[in-house]
């Protein structure tokens, strides 16, 4: 943050797609490496066109929740399909 300040939303999108391709390791569903690869995508994304600063934590953001809905509905017709 101190050397590239514009640097900051799309590290933080790198290092949160890697959290998310963690969790796709950990809990064995396919979609947190999708999440993962997407978030990864966008940080370089980011990197590379070097947008306005609000635009990573944004895109970011849109992405988690469209992906927070999409997890829970296919969890939830997973729970559906076992009772």
């Known amino acids: 943050m101190q050397i590239q300040t514009q640097w900051f939303y799309p590290i933080m999108l790198l290092l949160i797609g890697g959290r998310y391709v963690l969790f796709a390791s950990v809990y064995g569903m396919r979609i947190y490496w ?3 690869f997407v978030l990864v995508a966008a940080g370089a994304a980011f990197l590379v066109l070097n947008p306005a600063f609000h635009l990573g934590a944004l895109v970011g953001g ?3 929740v469209i992906f927070s809905f999409t997890i829970f509905n296919t969890e939830k017709s997973d ?3 076992l009772k």
């Open 34 to 36: 999708i999440v993962g």
């Open 79 to 81: 729970r559906l399909k």
């Open 62 to 64: 849109a992405i988690e």
